[in-house]
Structure formats: C-alpha cells, structure tokens
C-alpha cells in the first residue's frame, strides 16, 4: 500500500502517540475490504472499532468507524445542554442590581445594550449581538422609576421576543403606579390598570407569553388586571426581612406592626409567628391621627411593615404611638424606598433610648435604585439585595 489517509475529523494513530495503539485482535479477520481492531488507551478499556479499506483505487482509503457507544455524549454534557442559561439586559439605572443578580448564577450572562437619543429627544436604542440570543432565555431588568424612561425601555421589551429567543422574562420589582388604582369619581384614571394592559401586550416569544415578575405589588387586586397574555410571577421581600430579623441580638422580642388594615392583609400571614401590633387612622375633628387598633408594644424591639414609603408621614406618626406605648426600640421595613424630593431625610437614627424621635434600623429593598444611592452609609438605612430572590424567579 502507498499511502494512508484518515480523515481529519478522526483520531490519528502514530507510533509519536504512546497512549494509543492500534493493533489487531486476536480473533481479527481480513477480508477484501474489512479489518476488525481494538483501540487501546493506557487509560481506558478497550474499544472495538471497525476500519473499512476502499482499496478499489490506489492509493487506499481508511474510514474509521467508532462504536455506537463513542457517539452517545456524556452524563455531564447532558445536563450542561438541559440547563436553563438566561440572558439578562438591563436599563442603565439597574446595573448594579443585575451585576449582583449575575454574581448569584454561573447560568445568569449580562448582555448589554446601547442607550442613546436622537436630536429631538426620543430613543435611539440598540441591542448588541441581537443574532446570539436566538433560541436562548432572554430577560430584562427594568426600572420604571419615572414616566420618562417608561417609552425607551417597553420599545426593549417589545423587541426582545421577536428576536425569536426561547423565552423572555420581564423583572420590574417595583410597579410604579399601584397606589394609582382607585376609581373615586367619574373621571379618575386608574393608571394601574393601564400600564397592565400595556405590559400584557408584550409580544409572545417562541416559548408562549412572556412572564413578568414584580415584587410587593400595592393592591391585591392588581394581581387581576394582567391579561392572559402576560403570565405575572408575584413576588414578596418578607422572607428577606426575617432572614434579617434572625440575625438581630434581640430577635427573641420582636413585634412586627401594620400601619394600616390594608398592610396587615398583605403581610400578616407571612409573618403570623411574631406578636402583633395593628394601626389605624382615626379621624378627630379636622385631623386624622393614628392609633393602635390591637396589640401591645410595651418593651418591645417593634418592627414596623409596609410594602412601600413616599412621603413618610404615616411611618412617623405609627412611630410616635409606638414609643408613646412603650415601645423600646422602632425599626421599619419597606420593600420599595421611594421618598420622592429626598424625604428619607425625615427619618433620624436612635442609636438607644430615643424610640420616639428616631430609628434603630430602617430597611428597604434595592428595587427603587436611585434611593439606594441616596442613603447610601447614611443609619438607620440599611439595603436589602433583591438579587438572589430574582436569579431563583429566572430560573423556574
């Protein structure tokens, strides 16, 4: 025989290579065209191949054929394929949040875009790399912290689903307008339910309707104002509250307390093992005032709850009752620091002793980011992360 060429796409034998040998079994036949061999690993069992010569022209062919087995992947390259990989975008506000939401998952891969506007003002977005998210879990992080940037960022989440990914998720933690859901007088516009309508419209990706997943939604009712097109994943910042709450040196005395009935409805339940304390607003000639409608908080390291804070009105006047019955210590939770025109600066820091004029600890969320910023180290504010709660949301 004058020459031998394997394909190159197949393992090459040589006498250089002292790990393989490719030598002819014992009960090897030769036949016009057929040799049966082993290929022998010093690291591995032997493996029968099967060599077939094309000898009818000069020089003369060798097809390697390897056995069914070596064709079937690997346990470990199985499970890597049936992984759920996703692909997050984020508006320019949510960067930090996606960068921790990243940091929770291997399986979680930043992608990026460009955010830029025309001369007259309004977007001129693109999306990198649009062509290397098809068939992938795409997501997006958005912030709709102000009507302004609402448009540029439901023009991404209109684009992302048609860039035929396998599925697209929508994470807005904070829904900006679910205190606006009230219908009073003829004429009101309840523009809860009309970003919902709008964010039920996202365009269905190749695996159905998107998912949309929001954290502490104001109203229960709002829960009924997505359409089908939409399925909306409802997410709570309670268990990282008491994730907190069991690392206090006094948590055997807490006492959670509701601002309001419609705060206890929303939480109550999940955080039914703590003593109680509920408030309400009772109106006394002109004025309305808060009271204690149930509960004791005498001695007690009292934990007020509420899924958001604006102006902070309520919060202060809850916590003057509270000292003025007796409570030691005041904190607060909320998972959505607003505070618009910075009234975070109302809230003072008790560092022991002063209940009435200020707080041990206030916590709130990274859901609200410009906030975050703002009371950045500034006590009693202390910021809860979202991320690990949203990397397990994007991987159901």
Known sequence: MSAISPPQSLPSFSSKSPSKTLTPTPNSTRSCNRIHCELKKSSAAPQKWTIDCVSSTDPIHIILKPPNSALLPSPMDSSLKNSKRVCLF??????????RIASESDAIELR???WRTFADGFPNLFISNAQGVRGQHVAFLASFSSPGVIFEQLSIVYALPRLFVSS???ILPFFPTGTSERMEDEGDVATAFTLARILSNIPISMGGPASLVIFDIHALQERFYFGDNVLPCFESGIPLLLNRLQSLPDSDNITIAFPDDGAWKRFHKQLQHFPM?????????DQRIVRIKEGDPKGRHVVIVDDLVQSGGTLIECQKVLAKHGATKISAYVTHGIFPNKSWQRFNHDKGGNPENGMAYFWITDSCPETVKQVKNKPPFEVISLSAAIASALHI
Do not use: H, N, P, Q
């Open 168 to 170: 697209f998720t929508l």
């Open 90 to 99: 984020y508006c320019s506000e949510m960067r930090d949040l996606a960068e």
């Open 277 to 285: 304390v509920v408030c309400a607003k009772v109106r006394e000639g």
């Open 112 to 114: 990026s875009i460009t």
